[in-house]
């Protein structure tokens, strides 16, 4: 049954989302910090005396929450109060749906594709679920009756819609090079190798460099393609979920603690949810565009599935491959959450002023620049090769 396939990929993301990479998560953001401010950190939970390196304190947190009385203040929006939480959490999910973590087997019965939902107009999608986030924070804000609820909503609202428009313009030259929008043929297509010279053969100028030297070779990795755009996505995309240093939405020190203000127990729990959720799902969204995906660089899937056949046979070569491919993906989705704490615990909160200028002055013409050169080249090595 299909839908029972596309039903498993999508519990086995949500769970090692859910239940192994967002509690470890707010462990190492509080160890993170520690070490880089030369403290120990959280290490007071126990269980009989067993701390496990502060790794209980997620388990504390979840518990405390539940004991918190959950208030609603005099002259709020009952019910827009108390959906606002579940509108933030639920894009985060099901974003999780067109993500790849592995690539297409075929174990004899046909083609496999490890994705719940692997549709054409995947990035669509992604884009189009996250702006659903927007009205979370706005509704909170508003259904409030709080002035700095409503302040924080504002800034948060005008901070989403503008890096919105950045960050999609930041992936047209990425889209440009792959012809796609679809997240599993993105990843496939960095399953390869270009030679980092080998347009020098258009002018006959190869003869004249080391015979080494013209066969080195780089994957074909999007971060590769597109370094600038790389950095412009990863930016904006940390921009949307409104975290350090672009957190001015909750900016304490200004406005007490922005749209969720009025919020207590488990409703704030779920802000505090959503936002170290989206942590593993930027870290998903930027692997599969950026890093190659599930894949390994040097080592295409022909190749790995090709060295094994030999020894264990087609099937077992090719169950260990996605194997392979699966742990791939994930350290790539380790390495990016652990940049984002980095980021996260480096740079200062900016100014609104900055945060905006930064956006509309600085990036949004990067991004232009980029699809505009993106093109000239893409359409100069189709000449050269024509």
Not at 48 to 63: F, S, T
Not at 148 to 163: D, E, F, K, V
Not at 178 to 186: D, H, R, T
Not at 359 to 383: D, Q, Y
């Amino acid at each position: 049954m299909p839908e029972l396939g596309v039903i498993l990929k999508l519990l086995f993301l949500v769970l090692v989302v859910m239940g192994a990479l967002l509690p470890v998560i707010t462990w190492v953001e509080r160890k993170q910090s520690a070490v880089m401010q030369d403290r120990i950190g959280a290490n007071r939970a126990d269980i009989l005396g067993i701390r496990l390196i502060g790794l209980l304190h997620p388990l504390a947190d979840v518990l405390k929450l539940f004991g918190k009385e959950d208030v609603v203040p005099l002259g709020a929006n009952r019910w827009m109060h108390l959906v606002a939480p579940v509108i933030a959490l639920v894009p985060g999910i099901i974003t999780l749906a067109v993500v790849p973590f592995a690539g297409v087997y075929d174990f004899g019965g046909g083609p496999i594709s490890m994705v719940a939902a692997d549709l054409d107009w995947g990035m669509l999608y992604v884009f189009a679920v996250g702006s659903i986030a927007t009205y979370g924070t706005v509704i909170a804000g508003w259904s409030s009756n709080s002035n700095w609820g409503l302040l924080g909503s504002l800034r948060g609202s005008a901070q989403m819609i503008s890096y919105e428009v950045t960050m999609g313009l930041s992936l047209v030259g990425l889209f440009m090079c792959f012809n796609s929008l679809k997240l599993q043929e993105i990843a496939q297509a960095q399953d390869a190798t270009f030679r980092v010279f080998g347009f020098l053969e258009a002018f006959g100028w190869v003869h004249a460099l080391p015979r080494w030297l013209s066969f080195v070779k780089l994957p074909m990795w999007g971060i590769v393609l597109q370094p600038l755009g790389f950095i412009l996505f990863l930016t904006c995309i940390m921009a949307e979920n409104k975290r350090p240093p672009f957190d001015v939405p909750e900016g304490e020190s200004e406005i007490v603690a922005g749209y969720h203000m009025e919020y207590s127990g488990m409703r704030f729990g779920l802000f505090y949810t959503a936002e170290f959720l989206e942590i593993p799902v930027i870290a998903m969204i930027v692997t599969t565009l950026f890093l190659g995906g599930w894949t390994i660089p040097w080592f295409s899937t022909q190749k790995i599935i090709g060295a094994l056949n030999g020894t264990i046979g087609v099937g077992a070569a090719t169950g260990l491959c996605l194997i392979l491919h699966v742990l791939s993906f994930f350290l790539k989705v380790i390495v990016m959450i652990w940049l984002q704490m980095q980021i996260r615990w480096t740079l200062p909160r900016f100014r609104y002023d900055q945060v905006m200028d930064l956006c509309w002055k600085i990036m949004l013409p990067l991004s232009l620049a980029n699809v505009f050169v993106t093109g000239i080249v893409i359409l100069g090595i189709e000449r050269l090769y024509r």
